[in-house]
């Protein structure tokens, strides 16, 4: 498959040389619903990519997880299997261990230390990072923070997590943190999420009010206790196969870089104006919002830091020290 893809860029290639105005079609993937905020971030990239070469590149965006879970499409991805992949950065640390450091709980101390911490010369390094694993980082998006929810038991303290079967992005840094919570963290893809709290093989998730609400995957219809605990704020990424950028011309290259972070404000407008409303969605639905003493769920992250302070050492530091 490798071979096909390499071969196939190649070709087209080769054609643009001899002068024809040959197309280059980029696949990007995105687990997401199709009016999701990354996916609208996608298509803008794409009519970007389009407008710029006038015409000669296309990039076509398959929501709602159907070239696969988020572990799959990274993989997919390594391979040059498929072009471009959209995915929170939580399962990407499994494949570029840096990344990791963005799941840790409270890492960010507020919406404009996240920002400025992935817009400046960290979140570059680990965009260009990412080549180790084959992949070339393109742009982050807005993620918001992450919460948990729950069925039936509602959390009201880290007290009440102890023993409940709580959802986790296949990410060891996310793993540690439910087990220093007291929780039983399950490993699950996203898209297994709403059949697992539907059926009671899980108790509860986490993530953020978008994704939970209405225009997301609507997990508020099977788990109306939400805590505002924000104990994470996860970026979301763009990547391209290395394979794939490898072998479009400098320009080209230039040009899938400049739509990429051409589509970041559209994401984030998009990002903005969706908290809010997908929040009085799920109020107006039913759902319980439930506030927290959030010092109680800092202290009991100890552990995890005492395991990654080593594991990420300097750029920890970096991220700590960034004002
Ligand atoms: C966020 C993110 C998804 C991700 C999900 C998760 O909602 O946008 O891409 O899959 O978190 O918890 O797995």
Redesign the pocket.
């Known amino acids: 498959m490798r071979t096909f893809r390499v071969l196939a860029i190649t070709l087209v290639l080769a054609l643009v040389a001899g002068g024809f105005a040959q197309e280059i079609v980029l696949r990007a993937a995105d687990?997401?619903p199709p009016t999701y905020p990354?996916v609208l971030g996608l298509n803008h990239m794409a009519e970007t990519l389009e407008a710029l070469s006038g015409g000669r590149i296309t990039m076509e965006v398959f929501p709602g997880g159907q070239l696969g879970d988020?572990r799959s499409t990274i993989e997919q991805v390594q391979l040059g299997v498929i072009d471009v992949v959209r995915?929170?950065t939580?399962p990407v640390g499994e494949f570029y261990a840096p990344m990791g450091v963005y799941s840790l709980p409270f890492i960010f101390r507020s919406e404009e230390h996240f920002w400025r911490v992935v817009q400046g010369p960290i979140g570059f390094e680990m965009l260009e990072g990412l080549r180790e694993a084959d992949m070339v980082g393109l742009a982050y998006y807005d993620?918001g923070s992450r919460n948990f929810y729950t069925a039936e038991t509602p959390i009201r303290s880290v007290a009440d997590l102890e023993g409940l079967r709580i959802r986790t992005?296949q990410s060891q840094v996310v793993l540690d943190m439910m087990e220093a919570l007291g929780a039983d963290a399950v490993p699950l893809a996203?898209g297994e999420v709403y059949s697992s709290l539907q059926t009671g093989v899980i108790d509860g998730a986490e993530?953020?009010y978008p994704?939970y609400g209405p225009s997301?995957v609507r997990h508020y219809e099977v788990a109306p206790y939400f805590t505002e605990n924000a104990h994470a704020r996860v970026p979301?990424i763009v990547m391209i196969s290395a394979t794939v950028f490898d072998v479009l011309s400098a320009e080209d290259q230039a040009l899938v870089r400049q739509a990429a972070l051409a589509s970041v404000p559209v994401q984030a407008a998009a990002w903005a104006a969706l908290v809010e409303e997908s929040k009085a969605a799920v109020i107006e639905a039913g759902s319980e919002i439930i506030t927290v003493d959030l010092g109680e769920f800092q202290d009991a992250m100890g552990p995890v830091y005492e395991k990654y302070e080593p594991i990420f050492g300097d750029l920890l530091q970096r991220i700590l020290d960034t004002p």
Do not use: V
């Open positions: 687990n997401q990354t988020e995915t929170s939580s993620s992005q996203f993530n953020n994704s997301g979301e």
